[in-house]
């Protein structure tokens, strides 16, 4: 009897590890997923084209705003090496691959700088509607630099 009594007890106990187990993997499937895999931009957004032409002026004044707002974490020639993103542990994308923003229209830039994603906090409406074209301009010429020709020319980092 004692040792019917204390297999009932382990199977009782077996039984509520495995609600407790199946409790927690509903609780954990509940949660809302990360925000990178929500991000979506909208059709008409991604479609946008720059009204802004690139110009001298619109670079520099854009390069003035990169250096403030942008360069800590995308780096100065936009390799994605800027100083916080050891400490913040972002995940950069290097600009200077031709193939890394090749598939990205500059809607979608503008979208982003606009509204931020993921841990990159949002340009909104702190700079004109204007900068912000010019800063998808300045991304772009970052980009169209491609790797740098020699590793003496600049590569300080
Ligand atoms: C706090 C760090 C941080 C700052 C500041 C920041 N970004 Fe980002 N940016 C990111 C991260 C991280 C991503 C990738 C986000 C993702 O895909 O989840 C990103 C993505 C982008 C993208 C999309 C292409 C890519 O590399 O994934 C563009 C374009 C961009 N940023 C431009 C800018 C501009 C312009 C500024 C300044 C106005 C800026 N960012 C400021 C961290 C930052």
Redesign the pocket.
């Known amino acids: 009897m004692k040792r019917f009594l204390l297999l009932l007890g382990a199977v009782l106990l077996a039984g509520l590890g495995a609600t407790w187990a199946r409790h927690n993997a509903q609780e954990n499937s509940d949660k809302p997923k990360g925000a990178?895999d929500d991000?979506k931009i909208p059709a008409a957004d991604a479609a946008r084209a720059n009204p802004v032409k690139s110009s001298a002026e619109g670079l520099a004044e854009a390069r003035k705003?990169?250096g403030y707002?942008?360069e800590?974490?995308?780096g100065a020639k936009g390799d994605?090496k800027?100083d916080?993103v050891e400490s913040?542990k972002?995940?950069?994308?290097d600009?200077r691959d031709p193939a890394?923003?090749a598939n990205?229209t500059d809607g979608e830039?503008f979208y982003?700088?606009t509204k931020g994603?993921?841990?990159?906090?949002a340009?909104g409406e702190r700079v004109s509607e204007k900068l912000r074209w010019n800063?998808v301009n300045?991304?772009r010429a970052l980009a169209a630099k491609g790797e740098p020709k020699s590793a003496a020319a600049g590569e300080n980092r």
């Open positions: 990178a991000y705003v990169f707002d942008c800590m974490c995308h994605g800027g916080v913040m972002l995940t950069m994308h600009w890394t923003l990205v830039i982003i700088i994603k993921g841990k990159m906090m340009e800063l300045l991304v």
